[in-house]
């Protein structure tokens, strides 16, 4: 199936310093989501995008929905301890059953030093 | 509390010995959905639901099977378990089968081992 590609697959960063990851996909979404996860628990959405070139921003986080519908990132500015986890965007579909459908990326392991 | 409930949290079977796991969710959602959560591969979509008694194929559904009965349930089946299907499992759901735009709440997972 259809699989979104994430980068960076993992980041080390000192507290304070900005984050930046991706996600780009070879089809059009017409959602765009982005799920932050806690060792031991569920995604947690942060921040949904349903326009392209739209730019949310939630927080220190940040988000954007490219012009081209195939690719958004997430941005985390002065990063803290607790931004630890692991970050996912998801893409879905518009159009008949596709709006059941909901297409993750691999995921960015975050890892911030104190 | 506004929650998506999976049972149990943690199974250790063996291979070919049937089982289930259980969501249920209290927020009255239309949409359900199964996924599973491999190292390096994201979350896979396994099942999902739009409405009581209608399901759907995800990317991954070979080997699993669901129901939805009733709109709060939406249990996940492995009728003969093997160990490519050791895996974390989430449970989740939303408002309307346009999940996007209301968010998805998932479960807290189940981690499953097939041994």
């Known amino acids: 199936g259809q699989q979104l590609n994430q980068s960076p697959q993992s980041m080390f960063i000192q507290e304070g310093e900005d984050v930046s990851m991706n996600c780009t996909s070879s089809s059009i979404f017409n959602t765009w989501l982005w799920y932050k996860q806690d060792p031991g628990e569920g995604p947690v959405l942060l921040i949904a995008?349903?326009?392209?070139?739209e730019l949310t921003s939630n927080g220190r986080l940040t988000a954007q929905f490219g012009i081209t519908r195939k690719d958004s990132f997430l941005n985390i500015s002065a990063s803290i301890p607790s931004d630890v986890g692991i970050y996912f965007c998801?893409?879905?579909?518009?159009?008949?059953?596709?709006?059941?459908?909901?297409?993750f990326g691999q995921g960015t392991i975050l890892t911030v030093h104190p | 509390e506004a929650q998506v409930t999976q049972n149990p949290r943690y199974l250790i079977t063996v291979t070919g010995k049937k089982l289930t796991v259980t969501c249920s969710q209290n927020?009255?959602?239309?949409?359900m959905s199964w996924y599973r959560q491999d190292p390096g591969l994201g979350l896979r979509q396994i099942y999902y639901s739009m409405n009581v008694e209608v399901t759907d194929k995800g990317d991954v559904p070979e080997g699993y099977k669901v129901s939805r009965k009733e709109k709060r349930n939406f249990p996940l089946i492995l009728e003969s378990p093997s160990p490519n299907q050791t895996s974390l499992y989430f449970c989740?759901?939303?408002?309307?089968?346009?999940?996007?735009?209301?968010?998805?709440?998932f479960g807290s997972g189940t981690r499953l081992t097939v041994v």
């Open positions: 927020m009255n959602h239309e949409y």
């Open positions: 998801a893409g879905q579909r518009a159009g008949g059953t596709s709006y059941g459908k909901l297409t």
């Open positions: 989740a759901s939303s408002l309307s089968p346009r999940g996007a735009h209301y968010g998805y709440t």
């Open positions: 995008l349903y326009k392209a070139g």
